[in-house]
């Protein structure tokens, strides 16, 4: 891919408690066209932000303040409690080990990046969740992606 892929009618959420991080995950989307953005500093507000806008992608951070990311993926995954349990979700891990990985694909993100990541890394993610969405199945009440197919892409 070169350059940023172009996502100008798409909304979302950035849920990360650094502003820094927030204004940099901002300008890496707004670079693709992303324009209508909103950010959260916690867990609890990223679910308000959910509710409110009912965006196209959420990004957020696994270590959230009042909820944490697992919770919040849990409450967005489940359809009796949420606004959007198909929207995808990009999950970003400053300390990505292949246990809370696992857990959180298990939970149903589409994606996981390490931190610190560049904007080719979070493009080429979002160009998957997009462009290539997987379907979605039901497990123990969750939605969750499908696993990938074998393609040569894996699943972060």
């Known amino acids: 891919m070169i350059g940023a892929p172009s996502f ?25 066209g992303i ?3 909103q950010e959260a500093i916690d867990g609890a507000e990223a679910l ?4 409110e806008a009912r965006p196209d992608l959420v990004i957020l951070d696994w270590d959230l303040a009042i909820l944490s ?15 959007a349990p198909t929207v995808p979700l990009v999950l970003m891990m400053a300390r990505p080990q ?28 979002l160009d998957e969740v997009i462009n290539r969405p997987r379907p979605y199945e039901t497990v ?17």
């Open 8 to 32: 100008p009618d798409l909304s979302a959420v950035i849920a990360d408690e650094s502003l820094y991080v927030r204004r940099i995950v901002r300008d890496m989307l707004q670079r693709t």
């Open 98 to 125: 292949k246990n809370s990985v696992e857990r959180a694909v298990r939970l149903g993100v589409n994606e996981v990046i390490a931190k610190p990541f560049s904007p080719k890394t979070l493009w080429s993610r």
């Open 69 to 83: 990311g697992e919770e919040v993926i849990r409450l967005i995954r489940n359809a009796r409690t949420s606004p």
């Open 35 to 37: 324009r209508r953005i």
């Open 140 to 156: 123990k009440s969750m939605l969750r992606p499908a696993p990938r197919r074998a393609t040569g892409a894996t699943a972060f």
């Open 48 to 51: 308000g932000c959910m509710v």
